[in-house]
């Protein structure tokens, strides 16, 4: 893949990145569960940190994107996926945004893996640690939500 393809796929990071804030922010608003409004807070600040993050690569902030143009992302996988709605029910939406974030941490992990930076790596390796936590955080949550006969 050529370096505009990784800039083509960061774009994109970017703008799952802002609906992922969008959504968390909206989810915080309308929770009344004051737990559940703290961990959706938490996502949205996170999400909108690293739609910043990424979109330094991008501007020409001195961050050079440095990857291995010989690998294949394999972009595809992610394709075709529903759009996150406020109107879910709030299982399927946890479902989803779980998901969602299991698939962002997958990618930042193929992005460290092909950097040839070190601290570019860093940087990528630190965004799949976030997402994963999100992901735990949400997993923790979609129990309590799809199956509340466990509480």
Do not use: C
């Not at 796929?9 to 559940?36: G, M, T």
């Not at 739609?51 to 394709?79: C, I, N, P």
């Not at 601290?119 to 976030?130: G, H, R, S």
């Amino acid at each position: 893949m050529t370096l505009e393809g990784y800039k083509r796929i960061i774009s994109a990071a970017i703008s799952n990145e802002e609906e992922a804030y969008l959504f968390y922010r909206d989810v915080a608003k309308k929770a009344k569960d004051n737990s559940i409004v703290k961990i959706f807070e938490d996502l949205a600040k996170d999400e909108l940190s690293h739609k910043v993050l990424l979109q330094d690569y991008l501007k020409d902030t001195g961050k050079e994107l440095k990857f291995d143009e010989t690998s294949d992302y394999k972009v595809a996988e992610s394709v075709d996926k529903p759009k996150l709605s406020i109107d879910m029910k709030p299982a399927d939406a946890i479902a989803l945004a779980m998901k969602r974030e299991e698939e962002a941490m997958d990618m930042y992990k193929e992005f460290a893996a092909i950097s040839t930076d070190d601290e570019q790596k860093k940087a990528f390796l630190a965004l799949a640690t976030m997402e994963q936590g999100h992901k735990t955080n949400l997993e923790n949550l979609y129990v309590g939500t799809a199956y509340p006969e466990v509480w």
